[in-house]
């Protein structure tokens, strides 16, 4: 197993991970969703429906080097087709890993995710500050 496949793994167990068509959609309607990804050999109709959800839900979509046996195999859950993170620290990672690996398939997707975690870091920043209160820090 690759460190990509990997962060699908600790996602499953973090419960950041929606898998299937149903679960992502409404991973996306309740604005959840950070990245979409597809299988490799997933249908045209799943690939075109992952597609439509990313650009209704301002989601980045990319389609993974892995097929649906391999992510059902992975994730312990039958052969999905589409799966989405939740959380943008993981789906980054991923992004990150793939884009070491691939770079010509993965780098726009990885660029676009720094982006968005460069503003949300930005709007708590500010937050935090247009509050009085400085940005609290978790601690162990």
Known sequence: MDNAAGILGLAKKAGK?????????????????????????????????????????GTVMIVLPYGKEELGALLGRGSPGIIALTDLGMALSLTDKL??????????????????????????AAAGSASGNPAKRRTK
Do not use: C, F, W
């Not at 898998?19 to 990804?37: C, F, K, P, Y």
């Not at 780098?107 to 930005?122: F, I, M, N, Q, S």
């Open 99 to 124: 884009a070491a690996a691939h770079p010509q398939e993965y780098d726009g997707a990885a660029a676009a995710l720094k982006k968005k975690k460069t503003r949300r870091d930005e709007r708590k």
């Open 17 to 57: 991970l929606e898998i299937g068509e149903e679960s992502v959609s409404t991973a996306v309607r309740q604005n959840r969703a950070r990245l979409i990804m597809s299988a490799n050999d997933a249908s045209a109709s799943s690939r075109e429906h992952a597609e439509n959800l990313a650009a209704s839900g």
